[in-house]
C-alpha cells in the first residue's frame, strides 16, 4: 500500500453482474473510472450478507453457496492508499441456491 497522504477516493465499480452455476456463484465487475487524483482502482472488498468480506485484486470472485440461502453483495474499490470508495455497486437477491437441482 501507498503511504502518500492521498485522500481522494476511487470510484465506484460499475457493471456489477453474476452468474450462478449448481452452488456455485461468480461474481464479477468492471474496473471504475479513474478518480480525480487519476489514481485507479487496486483492489476491491466484496461483502456477502453483511458478514463476510473478501479482498480480491482481481474484477471477480468466486463463491460457494449454500443451499436455500438469498445472497446480498457489495462492493467496494480501493486505491493503492487504501481509500474506499464513497459508496459500493450492489447486488441483491441472488439465489436461492436449491440442493439437489
Known amino acids: 500500500m501507498n503511504s502518500s497522504n492521498d485522500t481522494i477516493r476511487p470510484n465506484i465499480v460499475e457493471n456489477p453482474g ?6 456455485t456463484l461468480i461474481i464479477s465487475w468492471s474496473v471504475p473510472q479513474v478518480a480525480e487524483d487519476m489514481d485507479s482502482a487496486s483492489f476491491y ?31 467496494y474499490s480501493y486505491d493503492d492508499c487504501g481509500n474506499q470508495s464513497d459508496t459500493f455497486a450492489i447486488i441483491d437477491n441472488i439465489g436461492p441456491y436449491i440442493s439437489g437441482f
Not at 18 to 23: E, G, L, S, V
Not at 45 to 62: G, M, Y
Open 18 to 23: 453474476f452468474f450462478m452455476n449448481h452452488d
Open 45 to 75: 472488498r466484496v461483502n456477502i450478507n453483511n458478514t463476510e468480506d473478501f479482498f480480491v485484486a482481481e474484477k471477480e470472485l468466486i463463491y460457494q453457496m449454500t443451499s436455500s440461502v438469498i445472497y446480498n453483495v457489495k462492493i
